[in-house]
């Protein structure tokens, strides 16, 4: 492996760093910090081992194939080797956690590498998860295992390939070190491969971090942080002042409603939205027990600690958007001391959403609008369709792809979406009276369209992704790295970058759950242990 001196090729421009004061201790222990950040330093690593790199990320940070193959990008990106002129640094913020206040928590194993200038991309942070413990880290240790890892590293680029905001993973390295951890907090310790995965953002602050200064008193540094991020991400917004932080707060709310709607759109569930793991800039962030939706059930939610309470559960996302915008609005409230407009912003945030759903909803379905509002009739067959999708168990990605072809006689139409469905006893007469009923509704409106049935199936294939990165084949391609076979972690990558394409070289990738998966811890239940 060649040293290619990555340091000399990132352009440092440090804006975090340069505009908050740091935390005056420099020793690493768990403690409660008043600043914005600590300086903290990655913990070397045994022996480190890339398992696999994004292109399209590293382009996006300037770097070409050789560097990202090279033994300094290693050495950097698994946190072995920090070059003079980096500065890493962990963030301070809190959170509302499963709806309860948890005070201060902060990048417990996230460290911040460096703030650089991209050639073509603007201001990127480069960010280490796992490697190793800030003074954020409280109890725990600061790692990662590498099954948590595999499921940040496929899924922000699975994310970031179907077009929706997310922060990017760059790298994932093994570490070489173990990691101990009872990944379903019943007493079974293992120690577990450790690894390190790069993420890539323009921000990692989070609603938190307005939160926790806000809970403290800390009115200075609320206005600080907010001023930071409109300079920052939100330049057109002009100079800070009331009006400023009252768009600035409208934007988030509308980024947040758009990422919501794109989850919405391909069946992500998030799995931990507490106010701690959302983006001020309205990207997915914290890829943890998060799920893909494969029988359509709004009910569902991938992680078992939140199994009885179903709080982030897919059909509750966007309720809970509002709730963790509902704490950003008291955080920043000092700023601008006017409940009014802030109430405003959060109730059009709910007709935003059922707006934004019902466009994305006839996107889906191949529906032309022709106006702003919906015709009854088109409302009705967009809401019905959820009842239709729960009343048996039906694959929601194979069916809107099969919808998108549906044949024109109406006897076809079963056997056309038969692939769909996980349970044929379920397909009951009954049943086929139902989903008849809808169908002719649908082609009725669909009949009402402008383009050709070529252009609608088109249109329809430009959203409703064939690839999503389906829980048991993120699984599957752990188990085998867990063996030191990554060799499906490469091909779910390939198969990810387009997700919408046919791609029928990769058919295996896009079957519904198998059976053996319905129950399987990692399938169907994740916990937040990582
Ligand atoms: P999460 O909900 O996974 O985003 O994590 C909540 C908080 O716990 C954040 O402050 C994390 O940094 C912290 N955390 C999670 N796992 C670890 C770990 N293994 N070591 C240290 N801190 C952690
Ligand atoms: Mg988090």
Same mark, same amino acid.
């Given at each position: 492996?060649?040293?290619?001196?990555?340091?000399?090729?990132?352009?440092?421009?440090?804006?975090?760093?340069?505009?908050?004061?740091?935390?005056?201790?420099?020793?690493?222990?768990?403690?409660?910090?008043?600043?914005?950040?600590?300086?903290?330093?990655?913990?070397?690593?045994?022996?480190?081992?890339?398992?696999?790199?994004?292109?399209?990320?590293?382009?996006?940070?300037?770097?070409? $194939?050789?560097?990202?193959?090279?033994?300094?990008?290693?050495?950097?990106?698994?946190?072995?080797?920090?070059?003079?002129?980096?500065?890493?640094?962990?963030?301070?913020?809190?959170?509302?956690?499963?709806?309860?206040?948890?005070?201060?928590?902060?990048?417990?194993?996230?460290?911040?590498?460096?703030?650089?200038?991209?050639?073509?991309?603007?201001?990127?942070?480069?960010?280490?998860?796992?490697?190793?413990?800030?003074?954020?880290?409280?109890?725990?240790?600061?790692?990662?295992?590498?099954?948590?890892?595999?499921?940040?590293?496929?899924?922000?680029?699975?994310?970031?390939?179907?077009?929706?905001?997310?922060?990017?993973?760059?790298?994932?390295?093994?570490?070489?070190?173990?990691?101990?951890?009872?990944?379903?907090?019943?007493?079974?310790?293992?120690?577990?491969?450790?690894?390190?995965?790069?993420?890539?953002?323009?921000?990692?602050?989070?609603?938190?971090?307005?939160?926790?200064?806000?809970?403290?008193?800390?009115?200075?540094?609320?206005?600080?942080?907010?001023?930071?991020?409109?300079?920052?991400?939100?330049?057109?917004?002009?100079?800070?002042?009331?009006?400023?932080?009252?768009?600035?707060?409208?934007?988030?709310?509308?980024?947040?409603?758009?990422?919501?709607?794109?989850?919405?759109?391909?069946?992500?569930?998030?799995?931990?939205?507490?106010?701690?793991?959302?983006?001020?800039?309205?990207?997915?962030?914290?890829?943890?027990?998060?799920?893909?939706?494969?029988?359509?059930?709004?009910?569902?939610?991938?992680?078992?600690?939140?199994?009885?309470?179903?709080?982030?559960?897919?059909?509750?996302?966007?309720?809970?958007?509002?709730?963790?915008?509902?704490?950003?609005?008291?955080?920043?409230?000092?700023?601008?001391?006017?409940? $009014?407009?802030?109430?405003?912003?959060?109730?059009?945030?709910?007709?935003?959403?059922?707006?934004?759903?019902?466009?994305?909803?006839?996107?889906?379905?191949?529906?032309?609008?022709?106006?702003?509002?919906?015709?009854?009739?088109?409302?009705?067959?967009?809401?019905?369709?959820?009842?239709?999708?729960?009343?048996?168990?039906?694959?929601?990605?194979?069916?809107?792809?099969?919808?998108?072809?549906?044949?024109?006689?109406?006897?076809?139409?079963?056997?056309?979406?038969?692939?769909?469905?996980?349970?044929?006893?379920?397909?009951?007469?009954?049943?086929?009276?139902?989903?008849?009923?809808?169908?002719?509704?649908?082609?009725?409106?669909?009949?009402?369209?402008?383009?050709?049935?070529?252009?609608?199936?088109?249109?329809?294939?430009?959203?409703?992704?064939?690839?999503?990165?389906?829980?048991?084949?993120?699984?599957?391609?752990?188990?085998?790295?867990?063996?030191?076979?990554?060799?499906?972690?490469?091909?779910?990558?390939?198969?990810?970058?387009?997700?919408?394409?046919?791609?029928? $070289?990769?058919?295996?990738?896009?079957?519904?759950?198998?059976?053996?998966?319905?129950?399987?811890?990692?399938?169907?239940?994740?916990?937040?242990?990582?």
């Amino acid at each position: 492996m060649k040293n290619i001196l990555l340091k000399l090729i990132f352009t440092y421009d440090n804006q975090f760093i340069s505009t908050f004061e740091s935390d005056e201790v420099i020793d690493n222990y768990p403690r409660q910090v008043a600043s914005a950040y600590s300086f903290v330093n990655p913990k070397k690593t045994a022996a480190p081992m890339l398992l696999a790199y994004s292109k399209s990320a590293a382009q996006q940070i300037g770097l070409t $194939e050789e560097q990202a193959l090279s033994d300094d990008f290693l050495q950097l990106f698994s946190g072995n080797n920090v070059p003079t002129g980096m500065q890493p640094f962990a963030m301070c913020y809190g959170g509302h956690q499963f709806g309860h206040w948890a005070g201060q928590l902060g990048d417990g194993r996230a460290i911040n590498l460096a703030e650089i200038q991209t050639p073509s991309d603007g201001h990127k942070v480069l960010q280490l998860k796992g490697a190793g413990p800030t003074p954020y880290s409280r109890t725990a240790d600061g790692f990662a295992v590498l099954r948590s890892s595999v499921r940040e590293f496929l899924c922000s680029e699975a994310m970031y390939h179907l077009g929706i905001a997310t922060t990017r993973a760059l790298s994932i390295s093994l570490t070489g070190d173990k990691v101990v951890r009872d990944m379903f907090y019943d007493g079974n310790s293992q120690a577990e491969f450790g690894a390190v995965v790069c993420r890539v953002s323009s921000s990692f602050i989070r609603f938190g971090s307005f939160q926790l200064p806000a809970s403290r008193k800390d009115t200075d540094l609320v206005k600080q942080l907010v001023d930071y991020s409109i300079h920052r991400d939100f330049p057109h917004l002009g100079e800070p002042c009331k009006a400023a932080y009252l768009k600035w707060f409208e934007e988030i709310c509308q980024r947040t409603c758009q990422l919501i709607v794109d989850w919405m759109r391909v069946g992500f569930v998030h799995g931990v939205m507490n106010t701690d793991n959302m983006s001020i800039i309205g990207e997915t962030i914290d890829y943890g027990p998060y799920g893909w939706i494969d029988d359509f059930d709004l009910n569902w939610t991938p992680n078992t600690t939140d199994a009885q309470g179903k709080r982030y559960r897919f059909g509750a996302q966007a309720e809970i958007a509002q709730w963790n915008l509902f704490q950003l609005a008291n955080a920043i409230f000092s700023l601008i001391e006017d409940a $009014e407009p802030l109430q405003t912003a959060l109730n059009n945030f709910a007709k935003n959403y059922h707006q934004m759903w019902q466009k994305m909803m006839a996107s889906k379905l191949g529906i032309e609008l022709t106006s702003e509002l919906l015709t009854e009739e088109q409302l009705n067959l967009f809401v019905s369709l959820e009842d239709i999708l729960m009343l048996v168990e039906t694959d929601m990605t194979i069916f809107y792809r099969l919808l998108a072809t549906l044949p024109d006689q109406n006897s076809k139409w079963l056997t056309h979406l038969m692939p769909c469905f996980y349970n044929e006893q379920q397909i009951t007469d009954d049943y086929q009276i139902n989903l008849n009923t809808w169908l002719i509704n649908y082609v009725a409106l669909r009949n009402q369209n402008t383009s050709s049935r070529v252009e609608i199936i088109a249109s329809m294939n430009l959203v409703n992704p064939k690839f999503i990165l389906r829980n048991y084949l993120a699984q599957q391609a752990i188990e085998l790295a867990e063996q030191g076979d990554y060799s499906m972690i490469a091909d779910l990558q390939k198969v990810l970058e387009k997700p919408y394409d046919e791609q029928t $070289e990769f058919e295996h990738f896009a079957q519904k759950r198998p059976e053996w998966a319905r129950n399987k811890a990692g399938c169907s239940m994740l916990s937040c242990s990582s």
